[in-house]
């Protein structure tokens, strides 16, 4: 059994992880708007530098007979002559990372271009499709699977909270692959000062997404450790949550909390931008497995990132005894 720990300060990296048509949710954390067309020798890296990102979704948009004996492993399948595909389109989480790609270039175009205007977040669109794929001897696969990720939506920045207030916990359970994800039982231990109600028996389709959503109060001064147990036709996951609750008098103020870094995608640098950074951040760049694969201080505001490959990286930042995380793409 797969184990996740959710604490108040939430590390995306570490926790990727029924149907979900909300256009306005904002899990998984929103990327800076993204669209590139990629040569496919950048399409097999991105997908590569993805494998364990459950967030990212490879869209295939050629017809079912195209797409059922030869695909990308892991790709889910809306046909782009379907009279309702922009409709299909639009049930899709926007904040997570599509890789769209059809036979030969012209349909992917088509579908990118309307992912676009409906206002995705990061699309990819792969020049020359699964034609320029094969060419390049890339694997593909004829069989199906279902992917359980789990992703956590709090994104508070806060230790604890205030007795007697109460913290909303948003959970995102998604179908990272391409077969009918099964959710068979949801079961809990521990965790007095948590309420919640969860669906059972549901099933997602590949790219769907289903929402956890949990409360927790007390007026005790506490740590509460809350233990989920999921059940599903690919395999079994434990998130363990855990809250505290002290007598604080107000929120505390992060006065680097409201920071931004650009451009993205980026190729060498990478710059920061906020209020009140001091002049010596320490900084650490970590992969989607969770690597911390360079840190160092930044004495400016700029980051060299020449030796990194290809792919979505996170950057996280400690300033004045905060940390912050900000994804980012490096192309």
Partial sequence: MKRILISLIIVPFLIYGSYNSDAQNLCPIPAENTYYTLAVQECYNLVNSNEENTNFVILDVRT????????IEGAININLYDSDFADQLNLLNKNKTYLVHCKSGSRSTNAFNQMKNLQFRQVFNMSGGINAWNSMGYPTTFEFAPELGIYDCSFRLAD?????????????????????????SISTSGGEYYSYTFSENMELLGGQDHYLELIFSSSELITDILNIQIESNAGNQEIILSRSSSDLTGPEINSISILEIYPVPARNKLFIRGSNLSSKTDYKIIDLYGRAIKQSKSSGNSIDISELNTGIYFLQIQNSGKNIIKRFVKQ
């Fill in 64 to 71: 079912p007979n195209e797409y059922n004996p030869q695909h």
């Fill in 160 to 184: 604890t909270i205030a007795r007697n207030e109460s913290d909303t916990i948003r959970i995102m359970m998604t179908n990272a692959a391409n077969d009918t994800l099964k959710i068979n």
